[in-house]
């Protein structure tokens, strides 16, 4: 079945410092694929996505390339700010599967001043 | 616009009570889904409705979850009796339709069984 799996948190760091989150899959099809962010109190958001291989997702400063050789889709970013402390989950879907998203465990990332 | 709104925010039941969740999704889409969120677990679809019809329940826990679309729009997830592993947040989600990958979610509900 298709399954991500992402670093195990937390993650603590100070400001300004580089952040990288690892993802991996396993897919039946050709997934497309997805970095959520959950602030604390609030539901899900939409961080990037990108649905084809060496596609580079982006968005405030994050990114995230597609990898089908090595199955992954790893985010980061180069300087981090108190406001990026939050839970980030990997997910993918497949539209063989009617675009079910199927999610990683998620990924507690803790930013100091 | 409007985004996927949820209710209530916050519920305590005591266990072998029932409860019940509300979504309303963003308007016009046509795909809804219900997600449970277990703490330090990613989100586990219960359920997926194509206007008002189901097309995966295969997760849910048919021997005390249940839930409706009646007339497309609203959705609500019942719970009847609960258990003390029920315990998470329950996430609403949106999309225009089933050949759309962006899912649009609610801020969930969190319920706590004692």
């Known amino acids: 079945g298709d399954s991500v799996t992402q670093m195990e948190g937390p993650v603590t760091l100070s400001e300004e410092a580089f952040l990288t989150i690892n993802c991996t899959y396993t897919a039946t099809g050709y997934p497309s694929l997805f970095w959520y962010v959950q602030y604390p109190g609030e539901g899900l958001q939409l961080l990037l996505k990108a649905t084809k291989a060496d596609d580079k997702g982006s968005n405030k400063g994050f990114e995230a390339t597609y990898r089908k050789e090595t199955t992954s889709f790893h985010l980061e970013k180069g300087s981090v700010q108190v406001s990026d402390s939050a839970v980030y989950f990997c997910a993918l879907s497949v539209v063989s599967n009617d675009y079910k998203l199927s999610f990683g465990a998620g990924t507690t990332v803790t930013v100091r001043a | 616009e409007a985004g996927v709104a949820q209710s209530p925010r916050y519920k305590i039941i005591e266990k072998r009570q029932s409860v019940a969740f509300w979504c309303n999704p963003i308007?016009?889409?046509?795909?809804l889904y219900w997600y449970q969120q277990i703490l330090g677990q990613g989100p586990k679809l219960l359920i997926q409705?194509?206007?008002?019809?189901?097309?995966?329940d295969s997760q849910l826990p048919k021997d005390r979850f249940s839930a409706e679309r009646l007339k497309g729009v609203d959705s609500t997830l019942k719970i009847q009796p609960a258990k003390l592993e029920d315990s998470a947040v329950y996430l609403c989600?949106?999309?225009?339709?089933?050949?759309?990958?962006?899912?649009?979610f609610g801020p969930g509900t969190r319920l706590t069984v004692t």
């Open positions: 308007s016009g889409h046509a795909t």
């Open positions: 989600a949106s999309s225009l339709g089933l050949d759309y990958y962006e899912q649009y």
């Open positions: 409705f194509q206007n008002n019809g189901v097309v995966d």
